[in-house]
């Protein structure tokens, strides 16, 4: 039995809520694109979205660690996975539509540049009088721009909705900002979009308490002043006593698990209060029904401020920024001085685009092992260029 796109609009009209966004329903792409007989418009976003270069590269960027740093630590890539499976568990359970939320989770992070939220910032700052740099606008550049794999059109020709779930992804550290985008600033993210929101957070949280852990940046006995170590001590029934590997796998694993049922548990409370006919009805409410309880809401707040105090503030965690940021402002510079030295691709773009933002767009595609490649090549003596 062969199952047709039109099929498949049809079990999601079926069995998908009422606010849920359905593929049938898209508004469409930038760029006329007939959709194929058998994949739908969200399910051929998410497919585009796994086959970028732009995602590729996120094997080889900071998520906290540097790669060369171990093996077992999460990357861009790693994390940009857990939090698609974080996304569809949600989507499942709120009837919201999965294949979008998948293609939302897979594409939030590919704007990401090269060294995490450090390189980030000194790329911002360094373009502070040309337009700055934010990762989310970066995303958002690459698929309608950057990404040259179509002749009749540039990037990805995204569905709107996916690009929507773009521009409005924000976190409690990333704020969105829609304006001048092509999309209503006065409309919430759709669900679908909230729910990758919420997945991000949920799985850096988790996933960078289990590296710092791991890595021995943590000691178990630092978190014993925090609310939810408690509760997940007690829920595992470990005294506190000889931790090791597996207990550490218990604790996430079981943190994780609190965390998903709490705020299904408490958004499809939140879904229950409304008449939602339509997605645009959930995304006219003046506040976000993706969430958790607000006892959850304090242990989380209390937990990630302990994690910027004692694993992003880290000596060695600063260490490794600070050399981010030398290395992405000497390789800004001398390319700014010399642009001769770009290769011939970025060099034609820079009529285009503009000096700055070109090398921007350059530096800010390399992952961290070819960033200091980079350096090496053009700074160090006896490299061969």
């Known amino acids: 039995m062969l199952i047709t796109r039109a099929k498949r609009e049809e079990i999601e009209a079926q069995t998908l809520a009422s606010y849920a966004l359905k593929s049938a329903d898209s508004q469409g792409r930038e760029f006329p694109d007939p959709e194929g007989p ?3 418009a969200f399910q051929r976003d998410r497919d585009r979205i796994l086959h970028t270069t732009a995602f590729r590269r996120l094997e080889y960027k900071t998520q906290v660690f540097v790669n060369y740093e171990g093996d077992y630590y999460r990357t861009r890539l790693t994390h940009t996975l857990e939090v698609a499976q974080i996304g569809r568990s949600f989507a499942r ?9 998948e293609a939302i989770c897979l594409v939030h992070d590919i704007g990401h540049s090269p060294f995490g939220h450090s390189g980030e910032a000194i790329l911002n700052k ?11 606008k970066q995303t958002l550049r690459i698929v309608t721009k950057l990404e040259n794999r179509y002749p009749d059109w540039p990037g990805l020709n995204l569905t709107h909705e996916s690009r929507e779930g773009i521009v409005k992804h924000e976190t409690r550290y990333d704020l969105s900002d829609a304006s001048g985008e092509g999309f209503d600033p006065v409309l919430r993210a759709s669900l679908e979009a909230q729910i990758a929101n919420v997945a991000d957070e949920l799985a850096y949280s988790a996933h960078d308490l289990d590296d710092g852990l791991r ?13 939810i170590w408690q509760m997940l001590k007690e829920s595992i029934g470990w005294d506190g006593q000889d931790f090791n590997e597996q207990i550490r796998h218990r604790m996430i694993r079981r943190m994780l698990g609190i965390e998903i049922n709490d705020v299904i548990e408490t958004t499809g409370a939140e879904l229950a209060k409304y008449d939602l006919p339509t997605p645009d009805a959930l995304q006219r409410l003046d506040h976000n029904v993706m969430g958790c309880s607000p006892s959850l809401d304090a242990m989380n707040h209390e937990l990630k401020d302990f994690l910027y105090k004692s694993m992003y503030r880290h000596h060695r965690v600063v260490r490794m920024a600070v050399k981010a940021e030398r290395v992405i402002t000497e390789i800004f510079e001398t390319y700014i001085d010399e642009p001769e030295q770009l290769p011939p691709s970025v060099q034609q773009a820079v009529a285009d685009r503009g000096l700055e933002r070109a090398v921007t767009d350059y530096i800010a595609g390399m992952t961290d092992r070819y960033a200091l490649n980079e350096w090496q090549r053009l700074f160090a003596p006896f490299t061969r260029t």
Do not use: C, I, K
Request: proline fraction near 3%.
């Open 93 to 101: 359970a709120l009837g919201a539509n999965e294949d979008l939320v």
């Open 126 to 136: 360094l373009m502070a009088d040309h337009g700055g740099f934010d990762h989310n």
């Open 215 to 227: 890595s021995g940046l943590l000691q178990p006995e630092q978190l014993n002043d925090l609310t």
């Open 38 to 40: 058998y994949r739908t």
